[in-house]
């Protein structure tokens, strides 16, 4: 069992900078893959970003790549999105996810923290 909290959503303005935060709980976290998801309002939850195990494999969304960057530190059993150069259509909703399985599918990850609200203003 893994509970996922997410920190560190808020406002800013475009070319800002946001950290995230997913902090776990459950002593198997560091054998799990951790995904981010967003959801804009209307809109169909996207794939972010997400991270191996062992923090030596990440993959990101076309859409993120050169911006974010995902990181974790097991022993704080927390993962880390790092949003750089902030644009409007960043704006959503960011959840953390954590599975069994290196993947984008969103239907491949059993546990999900409550989301953090991330809005860019233009």
């Known amino acids: 069992q893994v509970q996922l909290v997410e920190s560190g959503g808020g406002l800013v303005q475009a070319g800002g900078s946001l950290r995230l935060s997913c902090a776990a709980s459950?002593?198997?976290?560091?054998?799990?893959?951790v995904g981010w998801y967003r959801q804009a309002p209307g809109k169909e939850r996207e794939f972010v970003a997400c991270i191996s195990w062992s923090g030596g494999y990440t993959y990101y969304a076309d859409s993120v790549k050169g911006r974010f960057t995902i990181s974790r530190d097991n022993a704080k059993n927390t993962v880390y999105l790092q949003m750089n150069s902030l644009k409007p259509e960043d704006t959503a909703v960011y959840y953390c996810?954590?599975?069994?399985?290196?993947?984008?599918?969103?239907?491949?990850?059993?546990?999900w923290g409550q989301g953090t609200q991330v809005t860019v203003s233009s």
């Open positions: 996810a954590a599975g069994p399985r290196y993947s984008s599918d969103y239907r491949t990850y059993d546990y």
């Open positions: 459950g002593r198997t976290f560091s054998s799990v893959v």
